[in-house]
């Protein structure tokens, strides 16, 4: 079967329709990815882009019942705006402070939920079977949305501690205050010395993403058992993750979490658990225009 045949899924009259909300939501990989689980699984359904201006987001959510809509991701810049709009909200949205998952109820309310976390630690745990956040400190660089979701699923997970460092001091403050337990904020100038018996080490920032500078962190006081994860897919292969193979560090790339946090929602929406495959990283990383979720 040729790539461009999962590019929709299967259309009827009863055809579950999901999408993505964003401005602009042109180069999201979100619809060739839950396109292809719906030709993959056979499914009566499509999943379409709807880009949508700031202030008419509220609008534009609350036309989903209406216009028959299973539900729909929601990407920047409204994640935030997502959270004050839905009739109720999982307990990892509102600690993250954002919802990244709509899902229409029978009733036509709106739910929204946050997968980022979830996604974060599947793809850990895919890529390095037996991982486990209470084997150490984690050092956390950002302080934006994604890595509240982080910081959320690490302490949910039993991570002892979470050491945050971020360009904006004020921005990993209001984040350790808004989400509490055990984050300590570091200064941006002391990240290299935070890394001192880390058992994780995850970059949210965009430093080291195409178009972007690069992220200035000598690796000398990394324990070499410690794991590297950037979120970051465009390079798949960051500088960060380059510089730590070679010491020998395990690493872990950013294209699972995108993948992984995509599961619950097209279950939500479509009934059916879909797997991450080989095939499905491929096909996904062959999109040319491709960019965040």
């Known amino acids: ?8 899924g299967m259309l009827s009259g009863r055809s579950r329709v999901a999408g993505i909300i964003g401005w602009p939501v042109t180069h999201s990989r979100s619809p060739r990815l839950h396109g ?3 030709r993959r699984y056979g499914i009566d359904g499509a999943y379409v882009p709807l880009p949508v201006q700031p202030e008419r987001f509220a609008e534009a959510l609350r036309a989903l019942p209406l216009l028959g809509f299973a539900g ?7 994640k935030e705006a997502a959270l004050a709009s839905v009739d109720r909200a999982s307990r990892e949205a509102r600690h993250i402070g954002a919802v990244n998952t709509i899902v229409v109820a029978a009733d036509g309310t709106l739910e929204g939920r946050n997968t980022d976390g979830f996604g974060f630690s599947e793809n850990l745990r895919d890529a390095l079977p037996g991982w486990s956040a209470v084997a150490g400190p984690a050092v956390l660089l950002g302080a934006g949305g994604a890595a509240r979701a982080v910081a959320v699923a690490l302490l ?4 002892p501690e979470v050491r945050l460092a971020n360009r904006t001091a004020e921005r990993a403050e209001r984040l350790a205050a808004d989400i509490g337990g055990p984050i300590r904020v570091v200064g941006w100038d002391d990240r290299t010395a935070a ?11 965009t430093l080291g993403m195409a178009g972007q500078p690069p992220l200035d962190l000598p690796l000398d006081r990394l324990p070499p058992t410690a794991v590297v994860n950037d979120i970051i897919y465009a390079p798949l ?3 960060l993750l380059a510089a730590a193979r070679r010491r020998g560090n395990p690493v872990v790339d950013g294209l699972g979490m995108l993948l992984h946090q995509a ?11 879909p797997e991450v495959t080989p095939e499905l990283r491929r096909f996904v990383l062959q999109d040319p225009l491709g960019g965040p979720r």
Do not use: I, K, Q, Y
């Not at 079967?1 to 929709?8: A, C, I, K, Q, T």
């Open 1 to 8: 079967m040729s790539s461009e045949s999962f590019e929709s």
């Open 36 to 38: 292809f689980w719906l």
């Open 72 to 78: 729909a991701n929601v990407t920047v810049p409204h």
């Open 156 to 159: 949910d997970a039993g991570a």
């Open 195 to 205: 890394l001192a018996d880390a058992s994780l080490l995850v970059n949210t920032t």
């Open 237 to 239: 292969e960051t500088a």
């Open 263 to 273: 599961r619950p929602a097209f279950c939500a929406w479509f009934g059916v658990e």
